[in-house]
């Protein structure tokens, strides 16, 4: 749920809760003061009237006397308020009253005096009380809705751009991020320590990156002796069997960790997302080209190459892609019986390359993890299919082994 | 000719220079940018050959250099990246070829010969070896002025031999010169023991000696000494 609304919701349920409580509260407090006022003029007259019968001796005249009534001389009156419902001829309804009974002395005659002034009629008071508190809370409400949506806007501004900035925001780049600063200061605190911490991620896999790219190029070049020195080792022809042996596994050993080191570093720049060129490559003539330049190979095992091959778009990285549909053809062609065939089928969909050879030894889960070898051929390292798969994930291309019965069939669904 | 070799590590560098040097050539050598950057102002070289990573600087600025002044020099970049872009780049600012590490000295030989041969004779000059003629232009192979009839990887492998004489061409130095390093089969191996024996009846068939050495089971030579 989105943050407006969820904080919208919440002031709803607060005013929703609010509203009967005010609705109660102003009741009994507005009573209260009525009441309160309703005696200070009853009071008011009783001086009046206790004045002008000490003054004039003659009771004068009020509005809000009720009624006189003589007392004998030992009764005694307590002063005192009370309620009371009077049926009004006029209004034809009871109407409340608020009572006020004292005594005076007119003469020797103790008098007692009633004093009554009209109340608020409780139905009407709820009834007014709930149109006013009704119209507090829908002016509340609206107020409510409109602040938090301007807050929403003025205060979570910064904080939504600095989202969709960490939203398209990629270790791989190579600057470092620059968040909108806020005024609010827990935003601000969050955009450091965000700063910080992507900072320190972006370097790390700068390193890392970096480390990556060192290893390939420092090690290439001492390899590049090694292989040299070993061919001019072999030249000197004074070598007997056994050291031949020994050179020719230095030599053989030297041209795999070149080539480990080489796929290796491609994996991890295909992970790191440094092929962005989105090209629009045309499969068909991919693979023409690839079989093309394999073809004395292919002629060479006599192998039978059946395609039928559609036109297909994709777009991706020209290089990967080239990497990718080689190392499918070529494994196909190495993994292949002498007079055994090659099947290509591509259409817009999918590419489905298939071949006849040994069932390979390996697990069919792990086929697609590296260094696992179908068969322990000498030269072949075990990454390839790593390679192919990792191509394929980036693209979204789903990569899917099948074989039965010595036919193994590799497809890559391009959508998926 | 005269070439340059410019590498930041001198143990390579020495390799190559031996190597380039017992080919007949004069070759100087510049382990820093800044002995390399002073050398092509001052002498001119037929052949550079330019490692991108130096120690005090980027080979691709030596690059820059040599075209912004006008220097007629082939440019071969080695690095050991073998990235798409850096390719491109490289030959982008003005290199005739890129070379990844680790490399065979006799294919930084065959594409030197090549450049050499492309920039000062365009492309026009046969390569002789006794009675064998090769017109690398044409793709044509000539044995006592005989025409041989062969595949494209049989002259191939015939033009990288006639370019690498008496030298040992392993196996690999042979399967990465045909198909480059990335398409690499165990099959690979046995066409080319097929193509070489194919090559060797072809020769023979038309008189011409056999100068294929079989070295132990590494490689071959292709020489006339003993």
Same mark, same amino acid.
């Given at each position: 749920m989105k943050l407006i609304k969820k904080t919208n919701k919440y002031y709803l349920i607060f005013l929703v809760i609010l509203f009967p409580i005010m609705v109660v509260v102003d009741y009994y407090v507005i009573q209260l003061a009525v009441n309160y006022e309703v005696e200070d003029i009853l009071l008011h007259e009783q001086e009046r009237i206790q004045y002008n019968l000490a003054q004039?001796?003659?009771?004068?005249?009020?509005? +809000?006397?009720?009624?006189? #009534?003589?007392?004998?001389?030992?009764?005694?009156?307590?002063?005192?308020?009370r309620d009371t419902l009077i049926y009004e001829d006029y $209004?034809?309804?009871?109407?409340?009253?608020?009572?006020?009974?004292?005594?005076?002395?007119?003469?020797?005659?103790?008098?007692?005096?009633?004093?009554k002034h009209v109340l608020l009629e409780i139905n009407e008071l709820i009834r007014?009380? !709930?149109?006013?508190?009704?119209?507090?809370?829908?002016?509340?409400?609206?107020? @409510?809705?409109?602040?938090?949506?301007?807050?929403?806007?003025?205060?979570?501004?910064? !904080?939504?751009?600095?989202?969709?900035?960490? /939203?398209? +925001?990629?270790?791989?780049? #190579?600057?470092?991020?620059? *968040?909108?600063?806020?005024?609010?200061?827990? !935003?601000?605190? *969050?955009?450091?320590?965000?700063?910080?911490?992507?900072?320190?991620?972006?370097?790390?896999f700068q390193n890392l990156k970096e480390f990556n790219e060192n290893i390939s190029h420092e090690i290439q070049t001492p390899l590049t002796i090694i292989r040299n020195k070993v061919v001019l080792l072999l030249e000197?022809?004074?070598?007997?069997?056994?050291?031949?042996?020994?050179m020719q596994t230095i030599h053989q050993e030297t041209n795999k960790l070149s080539k480990i080191g080489k796929a290796l570093t491609l994996i991890s720049r295909i992970e790191n997302q440094e092929f962005k060129r989105l090209d629009n490559v045309d499969v068909r003539t991919m693979i023409k080209n690839i079989l093309s330049n394999m073809e004395e190979i292919i002629l060479f095992k006599k192998l039978r190459i059946d395609t039928e091959m559609d036109t297909a778009l994709i777009e991706c990285d020209y290089l990967l892609a080239d990497i990718l549909f080689t190392n499918l053809v070529k494994n196909a062609v190495q993994h292949n019986t002498k007079g055994g065939f090659v099947n290509i089928q591509l259409d817009e969909e999918k590419l489905v390359i298939s071949n006849n050879g040994e069932v390979p030894e390996v697990d069919m889960e792990k086929l697609f993890h590296r260094f696992q070898k179908g068969n322990p051929a000498k030269d072949s390292l075990g990454l390839g @299919?790593? %390679?192919?798969?990792?191509?394929? #994930?980036?693209?979204?291309?789903?990569?899917?082994?099948?074989?039965?019965?010595?036919?193994?069939?590799f497809s890559v669904f391009f959508e998926g | 000719m005269k070439i340059l070799v410019i590498e930041d590590n001198v143990e390579l560098l020495r390799d190559i220079q031996i190597f380039l040097e017992e080919e007949g050539n004069i070759c100087e050598i510049a382990p820093y940018? /800044?002995? $390399?950057?002073? /050398? %092509?102002?001052?002498?001119?070289?037929?052949?550079?050959? =330019?490692?991108?990573?130096?120690?005090?600087?980027?080979? *691709?600025?030596?690059?820059?250099?040599?075209?912004?002044?006008?220097?007629?020099a082939g %440019?071969?970049?080695?690095?050991?990246?073998?990235?798409?872009?850096?390719?491109?780049y490289g030959l982008e600012i003005g290199a005739d070829d890129y070379l990844t590490k680790p490399f065979y000295l006799t294919e930084l030989n065959a594409r030197i010969k $090549? @450049? +050499?041969?492309?920039? $000062?004779?365009?492309?026009?000059?046969?390569?002789? !070896?006794?009675?064998?003629?090769?017109?690398?232009?044409?793709?044509?192979?000539? =044995?006592?002025?005989?025409? @041989?009839? *062969?595949?494209?990887?049989?002259?191939?492998?015939?033009?990288?031999?006639?370019?690498?004489?008496?030298?040992?061409?392993? /196996?690999?130095?042979?399967?990465?010169h045909l198909w480059g390093d990335h398409i690499e089969m165990v099959d690979s191996y046995k066409f080319i023991y097929t193509h070489l024996t194919n090559l060797r009846k072809k020769i023979a068939k038309v008189g011409g000696n056999n100068y294929l050495q079989s070295i132990y089971s590494v490689g071959y030579k292709f020489t006339d000494r003993e």
């Open positions: 004039n001796r003659t009771l004068p005249h009020s509005n +809000y006397l009720m009624e006189t #009534e003589p007392l004998n001389v030992n009764d005694h009156l307590n002063e005192v308020f $209004a034809k309804k009871n109407v409340p009253y608020r009572l006020y009974s004292f005594t005076v002395s007119k003469g020797q005659q103790p008098l007692k005096i009633t004093l007014w009380l !709930f149109i006013a508190t009704s119209l507090i809370m829908l002016l509340l409400g609206i107020g @409510l809705y409109f602040m938090n949506r301007r807050i929403y806007q003025w205060a979570w501004n910064p !904080f939504f751009e600095n989202l969709s900035k960490l /939203k398209d +925001y990629g270790v791989t780049q #190579e600057k470092p991020i620059h *968040l909108k600063s806020s005024k609010i200061r827990e !935003f601000e605190e *969050l955009n450091e320590v965000v700063t910080t911490l992507m900072d320190q991620v972006r370097k790390d000197s022809k004074n070598l007997d069997e056994k050291e031949l042996g020994l @299919l790593a %390679i192919s798969q990792k191509i394929c #994930e980036i693209y979204g291309f789903r990569l899917v082994y099948e074989n039965n019965d010595q036919v193994h069939l | 940018f /800044k002995s $390399a950057y002073d /050398k %092509i102002g001052f002498f001119p070289y037929d052949i550079l050959i =330019v490692d991108i990573t130096l120690s005090d600087g980027n080979g *691709l600025d030596i690059i820059k250099e040599v075209k912004k002044e006008n220097i007629d %440019i071969i970049i080695t690095s050991a990246k073998d990235g798409l872009e850096d390719k491109i $090549a @450049l +050499y041969r492309r920039k $000062a004779y365009q492309g026009n000059r046969e390569i002789f !070896f006794n009675e064998i003629k090769i017109k690398p232009d044409s793709h044509e192979v000539f =044995v006592q002025d005989q025409l @041989l009839d *062969l595949t494209k990887k049989e002259f191939d492998i015939i033009h990288f031999f006639m370019v690498n004489k008496h030298r040992l061409l392993t /196996k690999e130095a042979i399967v990465e």
